[in-house]
């Protein structure tokens, strides 16, 4: 008898072919890094520190479980390196090194995956060149562990697709705390992860493991300090950076201008448009899933911030978590550019660079043609030097008041022996973290000091509360032949009772 005839099956669907590596590319990918890092280490302390970065070390000296700005991961990493280290400009900085380093080294890794070596290698090298990425190696502020944490996060991910390892959504869930830990935008990670693994039929296997669920539960605890600090505090952190945020919005389309601007000067213009190519190429090649990882941890915050623009002021550094994948996609979209399109590209590279170095020249060089009262560590050494002056004729440990915490933060730093300053919060308006410090029981009825920087006007109350208030001789700090501000100085005999304040805090 014949034989049955088997049933004809389908034939299996070829894999997607897997992005090629290449060990030369990955070692000139990891000692570019090298080198640019080391390079970065050696710069830090060539300039003061910038008024932000003063601020996070006043934070790192009084360690708490969060801060009224921002979580506390910035803060507890310079107590980290300044510990090992001490109190100096590079050692503050090395926070900065060290996050970048890890964010450098996961978006490689990342890169790699999802588009190969040579890929890999070009988005390092656009890190490398962009004033954003290139400046924040050596500026430490917030930003810097929410990227360290996404990139970590970002490559956990793609990892337990790839592998279909459900673990590694645990790592994921860690890194994801990590990124909350250090700027409250790292909650965005959440959705984004989830809807990468719902759309993905990897990752929905995947959500039915507990793995997953365990990695949301490890964030929240890792970020579980900050809510304990904002519970006892009436969620004002948390305030702060929602509705007192949403209060400031009104349509100012100037605002779009310049948040436009901004992202141009943050990324270079060649750069920015390159970005914002690969996210719309993303979306077209969404199908593919190295695409899809491109457009999900891209797309919503740059189409948010797009959408706010008009109503809000987006900041420079907002747009950090965008860019990341963006310039992966970017990377990957190159050997598709022939022709002129390749110029386009090593042009738009070279512009890049020459930006971020004019950037580093920019505080230590006198003579480039660049707004002296935008450089932000000119002038605080003698600012110090005339305070310590000022105190000297007053009765010892007279208290030092700045009128915005950027004045505060600085003469705390470069003032001898590192007194403790205090915020403009002493003469009764809102003084952000400086608040929280507060002790009137040292203030109360002595005689200050205060200082007033002409960039940022503040303390309108004293003409109230000084009792007696007597105007000393203003300082001018100058940048070679440019005038950077003007500091004012008061002496000021504060009332014995702490004075109410005159308002909530603004962001």
């Given at each position: 008898?014949?034989?049955?005839?088997l049933p004809v099956?389908?034939?299996?669907?070829?894999?997607a072919?897997?992005?090629s590596?290449?060990p030369?590319l990955?070692r000139?990918?990891?000692l570019?890094?090298?080198a640019?890092?080391?390079f970065h280490v050696?710069?830090?302390?060539?300039?003061a520190?910038s008024?932000q970065?003063?601020?996070?070390?006043?934070?790192?000296r009084?360690?708490?479980?969060?801060y009224?700005?921002?979580?506390?991961?910035?803060?507890w990493t310079?107590?980290l390196?300044?510990t090992?280290?001490?109190d100096?400009?590079?050692?503050i900085?090395?926070?900065?090194?060290?996050?970048?380093?890890l964010f450098?080294?996961?978006l490689w890794?990342?890169?790699?995956?999802?588009?190969?070596s040579?890929?890999?290698?070009?988005a390092?090298?656009?890190?490398?060149?962009?004033?954003?990425f290139?400046?924040?190696?050596v500026i430490?502020?917030?930003?810097g562990?929410?990227?360290?944490g996404?990139?970590m996060a970002?490559?956990?991910?793609?990892?337990?697709l790839?592998d279909e390892?459900?673990?590694?959504?645990?790592?994921?869930?860690?890194a994801?705390?990590?990124?909350?830990?250090?700027?409250?935008?790292?909650?965005?990670?959440?959705p984004?992860i989830?809807?990468l693994?719902?759309?993905?039929p990897?990752g929905r296997r995947?959500?039915r493991?507990?793995w997953?669920?365990?990695?949301?539960?490890?964030a929240?605890?890792?970020?579980?300090p900050?809510v304990?600090w904002?519970a006892?505090?009436?969620l004002?952190s948390?305030?702060?950076?929602?509705?007192?945020?949403?209060?400031?919005?009104?349509f100012?389309p100037v605002?779009?201008?310049?948040?436009?601007?901004l992202?141009?000067?943050?990324?270079?213009?060649v750069?920015?448009?390159?970005?914002?190519d690969?996210?719309?190429?993303?979306?077209r090649?969404?199908?593919?899933?190295?695409?899809r990882v491109?457009?999900?941890?891209?797309?919503?915050l740059?189409?948010?911030?797009?959408?706010?623009?008009?109503v809000?002021w987006?900041?420079?550094?907002?747009l950090?978590?965008?860019?990341?994948t963006a310039?992966a996609?970017?990377?990957?979209?190159?050997?598709?550019?022939r022709?002129?399109?390749?110029?386009?590209?090593?042009?738009?590279?070279?512009?890049?660079?020459a930006m971020?170095v004019l950037?580093?020249?920019?505080?230590?060089?006198?003579?480039?043609?660049?707004?002296?009262?935008?450089?932000?560590s000119?002038?605080?050494?003698?600012?110090?030097?005339?305070v310590?002056?000022?105190?000297?004729?007053l009765?010892a440990?007279?208290?030092?008041?700045?009128?915005?915490?950027?004045?505060?933060?600085e003469l705390?730093f470069?003032?001898?022996g590192?007194?403790?300053?205090s915020?403009v919060?002493?003469?009764?308006?809102p003084?952000l973290?400086y608040d929280e410090?507060l002790?009137?029981?040292?203030?109360?009825?002595?005689?200050?000091?205060?200082?007033?920087?002409?960039r940022?006007?503040?303390?309108a109350?004293r003409?109230?509360l000084?009792?007696?208030?007597?105007?000393?001789?203003p300082?001018?700090?100058?940048?070679g032949?440019k005038?950077?501000?003007?500091f004012s100085?008061w002496?000021?005999?504060?009332?014995?009772?702490?004075?109410?304040?005159?308002?909530p805090?603004?962001?």
């Amino acid at each position: 008898m014949p034989s049955a005839a088997l049933p004809v099956q389908p034939p299996a669907p070829s894999p997607a072919p897997s992005p090629s590596r290449d060990p030369r590319l990955d070692r000139r990918a990891l000692l570019l890094f090298a080198a640019v890092t080391l390079f970065h280490v050696a710069y830090a302390g060539w300039l003061a520190l910038s008024p932000q970065e003063a601020y996070y070390w006043e934070w790192s000296r009084r360690l708490d479980l969060s801060y009224f700005d921002h979580p506390p991961l910035a803060a507890w990493t310079i107590r980290l390196f300044t510990t090992a280290f001490g109190d100096s400009e590079r050692a503050i900085r090395l926070a900065a090194a060290f996050h970048s380093t890890l964010f450098s080294a996961f978006l490689w890794l990342t890169t790699r995956r999802l588009f190969g070596s040579r890929a890999a290698l070009l988005a390092i090298a656009g890190g490398a060149v962009v004033p954003l990425f290139s400046i924040g190696q050596v500026i430490v502020t917030p930003d810097g562990p929410l990227l360290s944490g996404w990139a970590m996060a970002l490559y956990c991910t793609v990892r337990a697709l790839d592998d279909e390892r459900p673990e590694w959504l645990l790592a994921a869930g860690a890194a994801t705390g990590w990124a909350m830990l250090g700027k409250y935008t790292g909650f965005l990670l959440l959705p984004q992860i989830l809807v990468l693994l719902l759309w993905d039929p990897r990752g929905r296997r995947l959500l039915r493991t507990p793995w997953p669920w365990l990695g949301v539960v490890l964030a929240a605890a890792l970020f579980s300090p900050v809510v304990v600090w904002n519970a006892a505090r009436h969620l004002e952190s948390f305030a702060f950076q929602t509705t007192g945020r949403a209060e400031t919005s009104r349509f100012r389309p100037v605002l779009f201008g310049r948040y436009v601007g901004l992202q141009v000067l943050a990324m270079s213009p060649v750069v920015l448009l390159l970005c914002v190519d690969a996210v719309i190429a993303a979306w077209r090649r969404r199908a593919a899933p190295a695409w899809r990882v491109v457009l999900i941890f891209s797309a919503p915050l740059l189409v948010l911030a797009t959408v706010v623009s008009p109503v809000h002021w987006v900041k420079m550094n907002w747009l950090a978590p965008v860019w990341p994948t963006a310039l992966a996609g970017a990377a990957a979209l190159v050997p598709e550019r022939r022709g002129p399109r390749w110029w386009l590209v090593a042009g738009g590279g070279a512009l890049a660079l020459a930006m971020s170095v004019l950037l580093h020249l920019w505080p230590v060089v006198t003579w480039l043609p660049l707004p002296a009262k935008d450089e932000t560590s000119a002038g605080w050494r003698e600012l110090a030097a005339r305070v310590e002056a000022e105190r000297a004729r007053l009765p010892a440990g007279a208290p030092v008041i700045g009128c915005n915490y950027k004045v505060a933060s600085e003469l705390a730093f470069y003032l001898p022996g590192r007194p403790e300053t205090s915020g403009v919060g002493a003469l009764g308006e809102p003084g952000l973290q400086y608040d929280e410090w507060l002790d009137w029981t040292r203030l109360g009825g002595r005689t200050a000091l205060v200082v007033l920087d002409a960039r940022d006007g503040a303390c309108a109350r004293r003409e109230e509360l000084c009792r007696p208030l007597e105007p000393l001789e203003p300082l001018t700090v100058t940048k070679g032949s440019k005038r950077v501000t003007t500091f004012s100085f008061w002496r000021c005999g504060l009332p014995a009772e702490q004075p109410r304040a005159a308002g909530p805090a603004r962001p």
